[in-house]
């Protein structure tokens, strides 16, 4: 397996991300994972090699580009609990510009960088989020139904939300399937939240999964913080690789 760091040309500059290659000549499918609020690290990157493991080109850009390449924040207290609000007022402006439109156009730019890689099957993509980074995998499969054929997002905040542009109000557009490990534990998408959310999908007849992990918290999946849910996370890979194995047909 082979791992670098690369940059994604993108309309408003470009995108210093990891692309993990699998062993061996392919075609493997693509798959993209978006990051969390706390941006490319280490984790990430363990996390990209556990998928191109099972056979597939991923690429994890940073979202944040437009402020500049990762590392954005200091991340030495992601461990402390209590330095986890601050870490959170640092990202926010970036998490706000990352708008429907801007999501729509980076996802293609790393689309288009993706299929254009040797050993890349030709077809859809499929893309993973976790925490912000499930919320923009929703907006992007929206934007992007024809080259998107799953999404899979885990502890996502803010699926559901009172603004007209709420990522849950445009499940319609959705033509591939869709998979949600919700935080038992999470105030940004709370049990009401969700049975709006799955209310939107029954309505759009969408085909998706939609599961809450008890006792985890927001972030479960996350080995480098003290949201890390060892359950949860070999539950959210079950789940992750299953989609995926139906997606590319393995």
Known sequence: MQTTTVDVPTGDGVADSFLVRPDGDGPF???????????????????????????????VPNLFHRFGRAPLVDLSGLGDDSRRG???????PMIGALTPDVVARDTAAYLDFLAAQPGVAPGPAAVVGYCMGGTNALRAIEALPDRIAAAAAFHAGRVVTDAPDSPHLGVGAVTGELYFGHADHDPSMTAEQIATLEKALDAAGVTYRSEVYTGAR??????????????ATERHWAALFDLLDRTFRR
């Open 86 to 92: 601050a870490l959170f007022a640092t990202v926010s």
């Open 218 to 231: 927001h972030g479960y999946t996350q080995a480098d913080t003290p949201m890390y849910d060892e359950r």
């Open 29 to 59: 499918p693509a798959v993209l994972v978006f990051m969390d609020a706390f941006g490319l690290r280490p984790r990430l990157a363990e996390m990209a090699e556990a998928i191109a493991a099972r056979g597939h080109v991923v690429l």
